[in-house]
């Protein structure tokens, strides 16, 4: 079984931020690589006027990996899923020699009680949660931690992940980085214009 961490997101575009916190979260939960899964289209934030098309958000998050045990991939986009329940199921069943964590951000577990099928996502695979500056507050709060918080694990034996029951939660802390995808937008709106977009896409 191969240890194998799963980013979902917009890479929108994709910045030094996801790299930093995926190589940490590498460290800390001793993968052997992870994956970013671009998405076609996230359904919280539907009709965004500054979504940049999959391929150029693609081929940043591709960029951004390279030399790293990180793989930017648009699988959600060939699997034809929508909801995260529904490409982890897929992702397990289409890859039954690995063995997947789900990392999200704080930001996300502020609102995962407003994912589909979140309590199935937490018993599909453990979680791992990145502190993010800003949103630890939210996050404790929240309506999916209310129910999470009992299964939740020590950040000090994150490397043990693979052994756990599930539901299995745990909070990771690293070091801030302030970088964000709306301020890469902000500082160049047209910023998708200028990626390199290779011919043929995954």
Not at 16 to 22: F, K, P, V
Not at 99 to 122: E, K, S, T, Y
């Amino acid at each position: 079984m191969t240890p194998t961490g799963l980013l979902g997101g917009s890479f929108n575009p994709a910045h030094r931020g996801h790299r930093g916190i995926t190589l940490a979260a590498i460290r800390a939960l001793d993968l052997d690589e992870a994956w970013w899964l671009v998405s076609p289209g996230n359904p919280l934030k539907s009709g965004a006027r500054d979504m940049a098309p999959l391929a150029a958000r693609l081929a940043s998050a591709r960029a951004m990996a390279r030399r790293a045990p990180i793989r930017a991939t648009a699988i959600e986009a060939r699997m034809h899923t929508r909801y995260t329940f529904d490409t982890l199921r897929a992702l397990r069943r289409r890859y039954p020699r690995r063995q997947f964590v789900w990392l999200m951000g704080a930001d996300n577990l502020a609102q995962f009680h407003r994912w589909r099928g979140w309590r199935d996502i937490a018993r599909t695979m453990p979680i791992a949660v990145i502190a993010r500056p800003g949103y630890e507050r939210q996050a404790r709060a929240s309506v999916a931690m209310g129910w999470l918080r009992r299964f939740q694990r020590p950040a000090s034996h994150a490397k043990h992940w693979t052994t756990w029951s599930l539901p299995a939660l745990v909070l990771l802390r690293f070091r801030p980085d302030p970088t964000s995808a709306t301020a890469a937008r902000a500082a160049d709106p047209d910023w998708h214009r200028h990626v390199a977009v290779p011919a043929t896409q995954e």
